[in-house]
DNA sequence: CTCAAATGTAAAGCTTGCTTGACTTTAATT
DNA sequence: AATTAAAGTCAAGCAAGCTTTACATTTGAG
């Protein structure tokens, strides 16, 4: 799952605990999402939504398997 | 969180079996996320969207606080 | 009413998401 | 070069998502 936070916060000029302060999560999951360790909850998804007023799709996007040509 | 798996699942006549073949997940699973029990996971509600051809937000809603009037 | 399919529920176990605490590395500033 | 904030990483532990097996309840067709 690739995804768009570190752009995202960036164009907000967020830290990383910045951000976790505001999705009440600590800074390591925000860090491990970040760099694609692992996916957030579905709630967790949501509220990153809401902070970043963007549907969620475009916020996450499943990688998809490259067409083989 | 509120969702329209119910509604969606009828809409398609499929069998809570049915979608957890589709899904790649158990019919417990299926049966557990339409009745409230629990959320899916990110990817599972991806697959979830993709399926039933809509945004998560409009499959999935957080149960918002009601204003108190 | 009967039978079968569908739905609901529960327990035990594995995997993944998230926490805290601690430490290291990177990058920017002086 | 020294300092400091930010980012990165690791380990141990708890919580949530999902599995399998098994059984009970509900629904609908005949």
Redesign the pocket.
Known sequence: MNNRL?EL??QRR?????L?DK?????????????G????????AFKLARLFDSPIESIFQEETLEPSR
């Open positions: 570190k916060r960036a967020w830290t990383q605990a910045d976790a999705l009440e999560v600590s800074r390591q999951t925000v860090n491990a999402i970040e760099k360790k692992y996916d957030p909850s579905l709630p967790l």
